[in-house]
C-alpha cells in the first residue's frame, strides 16, 4: 500500500488549473522528487499534501487514511519550507520545541526532544541563539529540526536547498541523504534542480504544466526518457535534438535520413511511425563520437565553433547540417576552435521522438 | 594632521551650526523664558515682576488645575490603551480581507482621521443633539431619557475618549497593518503545521511580531492624548468649564482668556514635567516588556 497517496487530484485558482487530475503514489520510506521547472504545479502540489492549499477535487491520502479536508497539524506531515519560516522572535530552543510547547508538552519533554534532535543536527551549541544570528546552512538545519521534532511520518521539502550557496547546497545535500538514510521515512522533496533530485531521491516525478511527465528512478528518466520533455530537461548539458526522416524499418530499428545526406540506424523504443514521417532525433552529448571528418563510419561532419575545457571533459559545440551539436569529449582533447571534426551516433543510445513529443 | 582635523571641525560646526540656532532660538530659548516667566505674575504682553515661588504655592492649592491634572489622566487611560487595542483589533480583521474590499474597508475606517476637528465636532454634536440627534434613538430606550451627553459630567471625559478613538485610529490601524504585512506568510503556515490554534498564533506568533509597532502606537497616542485640547474645549463650549477643564485647556484659559502670563507658564511647566515622567516610564515598561 503506498504512504502518500494522491487520487485524481485538481486544483483550480478561479479558472487557472494548476493541476489537472493528477494521480500519484509514494510507497513508504522512499525518497521521492518532484522535479519540473517553475511554475509547473510541484510546489503547490507538496502544499496540498501538507495541508496548505485546498484540494480543489480528488482525494489525498497519509499512511492509508484519507486525509483532504484534515487541517495541516493532523496530517502527520512535516515540512521544510524554502525560505526557512523559523520564528524570529524566538530562540532555536524555542523554535524547534514550538510544536510541543502547543501542545502543551511539559518542560522536562520539551528539553529532552530538543536535546535529542539538536545532537542529531549538530545545533547543540547554538539553541540560545535567534534565527537572525545563525547563517543560511544553520538555519535550515533548524528548519529540519523543527520538523524532526514532531517525528512526522512523512516529511516535505520546499525546495530547501534554493537560497544556500554552491558550497553549502553540496553539503547539506550529503546530510539530506544520511538523515533518510537513518530516520528511513517517507521524505518528499519539492525541487527544479536535477542535480539535487538525482543525486538525493530514489524516484523521481517529473512535472510539466500540472501533469506528470513521467515517473522513475534517476537513471531510468535519464536512460530512457519517456518524452521530449524529460529527455531536454535532464542532464547537463542538455540533450541535443534535431529533424530527421524515416527511411525504413529493420526490426527494432529504424534507417533515418539525416540532415547532411547520411542515413543512421536508431533502435526503437518499441513505438511505431510510418515511413516517410518527419521525426526528432534526441542524443546526449556523451553519446555523439568524435572522428576525423570524412570517416566512412560519421553521421556528420561539423566545424568546431567553441571548446569548453572542464578539466574531466571538453565540451565542443559543433556546427553541422542538424545545426550546433554539442559533444562531449575526454578532458585532455586536442581540438581547437575552426577544426573539422565527423560525429557519429551511438544507435543504442539514441532517442527518438514522434510529433506528440512521445519516445518512439 | 592637526590643521585637516581643525578644519573638518570646522566644516563640521558650519553644517550642525543651522539646526542648533533654529533649536536653541525656537525651542530652548522659549523653554528657558517659558520657566523664567512661571516665577513672575506677568500678563500675557509685557514683562512682570518676580515673585519667586508664589505660582508654585498657587498651583498647588488650585482646585482646577487638580481637576485639570485629573481629567487629563483620566482621558489618557480612556484613549491610549484602549484605543490602541481596538485598533489592532481591527487591522487584524482588515488584514484578513482581500483585494479592494479591503481598500474600501481600510478607507472607511481611516475616513475620520482626515476630518479637521470642527466637522468631527459638528457631526457628533448633531447626533448626539437632544432633541434631533439619531444617537438618543440608542441612548433613550437605554436610560430612560434622552441624555445631554456634553452636559452631563461622568459622561463627557468618556464621550470625548470615544470620539477621539473614531477620530485618531485611522493611523495606528494603518501602521497595524502595516506591521501585519511584515510577518511572512509561511510563518503562519508554519505555526499551522506546527498544530498552533487561532489564538496561540496571535499570542505566540503575531503579537510578540508586531509589539515594536504597537509601542510606536502607544507612544503617539499618549505625547498626542496628554496634549488634548481642542476636542474637550468644542464639545465643553458653554457648559461648566471648571469641571471638564483639560491641562492645555487651563494654560490657554490662564493666558488668553484671564492674562495672566506667569501663572500660565507655571501650568506649562507642570505639563512639561508630567509629558516627560509618563514618557520616560512608559518607555521602561514597553523596554522591559520588549526585552522578555
Redesign the interface.
Known sequence: MPHVELKNVTKRYGNVEVINGLSLAVEEGSFTALLGPSGCGKSTLLRMI???EEITQGQCFIAGTEVTDV????RG???V?Q?Y?????LTVRQNIA??LS??GASREVQNKRVGEVARMLRLDELLDRRPAQLSGGQRQRVAIG?ALV?EPKVFLFDEPLSNLDAMLRVQMRLELAKLHQSLKTTMIYVTHDQVEAMTLADRIVVLDKGIISQVGTPLELYNKPANKFVAAFIGSPAMNFFKAEIAGRDGEAYSLNLPGGRTAKIVSRGGTVPAAASVDVGVRPEHLKLGPAGAANSHFDGKVSIVEQLGNSTLLYVDTPAGQLIVEGEGNLKIAVGDTVGLSLDPAASHLFGTDEKVI | MLKSRRNEMLVAAVLVAPFVFIYGWMFVYPTLQMVQLSFTNAPLIGPGKWIGLDNYKRLFGDRVFGTAVWNTTYFVLLTVIPGTAVALGIALMVSRLNGWFQSLILSAFFLPFVLPITVVYLIWDWLLNLQFGIAQYIIGPIMGKPMNVWRTIPWFMPGVAIITIWWTNGFSILLFLAGLRNI?K??Y?????????RW?VFT??TW??IWPVTVLCLTIQLILQLKIFDQVYLFSLGGRTAATMVMVQYIFEQAFQKNSGGYAATVAVALFVIVIAFSVFQYQVLRIRGAR
Open positions: 501538507a495541508g496548505l487541517p495541516p497539524a493532523q506531515a512535516a515540512m519550507f525560505n519560516a523559523l520564528y524570529p522572535h514550538f510544536s502547543i501542545a523543527r514532531r | 511572512p509561511e510563518l503556515e508554519a505555526a499551522a503545521l506546527d498544530g498552533a490554534t496561540q505566540r506568533i510578540p511580531l
